[in-house]
């Protein structure tokens, strides 16, 4: 019973697809197949992004996502990948996902360029990509992006190195004096794992390494993550119904954040203004010199720092990078008796979180209305044989200590 009804999901996908379109006008719905050894149409991927996702993305959201892949856990066996971006909350905004055979170069670079036509990436010069070292989405980024910034996830290399805080010092370094410092600690506490850190190229996601074109400072991929465990239940189920579970997750998400949005009264973000009278705790060992019209020289401990208040820049470089007033602007801001707000970034702004939230995906009719295509149907991909499968898998991994 349960592989009838996969392949029937499989046997509609073209009338999905079509359904898709004509519900949800000027999305990107695209279906691959391969011919079978009896010439049959098998399926071989799937890519899906709706309109109201990708005009939003481009409209109001930063010019950040991250990708990553999950594996499925259907009777087709396969991976989902997925770009999620960034609210003004600070929170996923998912804006595409494909199903594939393989977590592969050759699939990477498909969904990469559907992207890059969607979201208007171009050369990527200007947007920032977050990952993990898989060598296959790092070969396809770099070819078809060749001017992104392509930041690694700094939560794969920690797992591995199991070094307390001290790795994450360096990645959250915003500027060389901080990372050099912080590289010369790892060092100096074990040589091994000094070697070990290096050997990962802490480079590739270090905040120092980074423009502030972004305006975000995550050195982690968690986002991505948490798109993941969002769509967990999906990912067992038959293919057509785990596309429209997702869907409708994300219908239900868009509904929920925009009522969150509306009833937020203040100017900007919760987590925005969170992160703020976080780093408003530390002004206490700031001391400020004027040395010219709105420029200061902020004091703090054994260093000094140039703060440019029309700028909105400092030597720290964490106002550039995230976009909030570090602890130095802060500083100064409470001594010149001045108002926060003036000074955030309007990716934050509580308006731009409404209006990420304001436009629906559209509802689908069910499998009983879809119109048929009359084309050949589509049989599912080969699977193992049961005699071949081995051991059976542990239904969840064990997760790493940190």
């Not at 000094?304 to 602007?329: F, I």
Request: proline share 4%.
């Amino acid at each position: 019973m349960i592989k009838e009804e996969n392949d029937q999901h499989f046997s509609r996908l073209r009338d999905y697809r079509l359904e898709l379109l004509e519900s949800n006008e000027d999305s990107t719905v695209e279906l691959k197949t391969f011919n079978g050894n009896d010439g049959s149409d098998v399926f071989y991927r799937f890519y899906v992004c709706f309109a109201a996702l990708k005009k939003t993305w481009c409209a109001h959201c930063r010019p950040i996502f991250g990708l990553d892949a999950c594996f499925l856990k259907c009777t087709t066996k396969g991976q989902l990948l997925a770009a999620v971006g960034r609210d003004a909350n600070n929170q996923m905004f998912p804006t595409a996902w494909a199903v594939v055979d393989v977590e592969s170069e050759d699939n990477w670079v498909w969904f990469i360029e559907k992207l890059q036509t969607d979201l208007n990436l171009h050369d990527g010069e200007g947007f920032t990509i977050i990952s993990d070292r898989q060598m296959g989405l790092r070969n396809a980024v770099s070819n078809i992006l060749p001017m992104v910034e392509h930041m690694m996830c700094a939560r794969h290399i920690y797992a591995n190195l199991n070094m307390k805080g001290k790795f994450w010092k360096v990645a959250k370094s915003y500027n060389m004096v901080q990372y050099n410092k912080r590289v010369d600690e790892v060092k100096a506490y074990d040589m091994s794992v000094y070697d070990s850190m290096m050997m990962k190229n802490p480079k590739n996601c270090s905040l120092a390494f980074f423009t502030p074109s972004s305006t975000c400072d995550d050195v982690s991929n968690n986002i991505s993550e948490s798109f993941n465990h969002a769509v967990d239940p999906a990912r067992s189920m038959p293919l057509v119904e785990m596309l429209e579970t997702i869907r409708r997750r994300s219908m239900l998400r868009i509904e929920a954040r925009k009522m969150k949005a509306m009833n937020h009264r203040g100017k900007f973000s919760l987590k925005a203004m969170e992160k703020v009278r976080e780093e408003q705790r530390k002004i206490h060992h700031c001391t400020i010199y004027p040395c010219g019209y709105e420029v200061f020289d902020v004091k703090e401990k054994n260093s000094s720092y140039k703060t440019k208040m029309v700028d909105r820049t400092c030597t720290c470089r964490k106002w550039e990078m995230s976009g909030l007033p570090c602890r130095h602007a802060l500083k100064i801001i409470s001594a010149k008796k001045r108002k926060q707000e003036d000074y955030m970034d309007a990716c934050y702004l509580t308006s731009t979180w409404r209006k990420q939230y304001e436009t629906p995906i559209k509802a689908v009719h069910g499998i009983n209305f879809w119109k048929k295509t009359g084309d050949s149907e589509i049989i599912p991909p080969p699977t193992e044989p049961e005699s071949s499968r081995g051991r059976k898998k542990i239904p969840k991994r064990i997760k790493g200590r940190n």
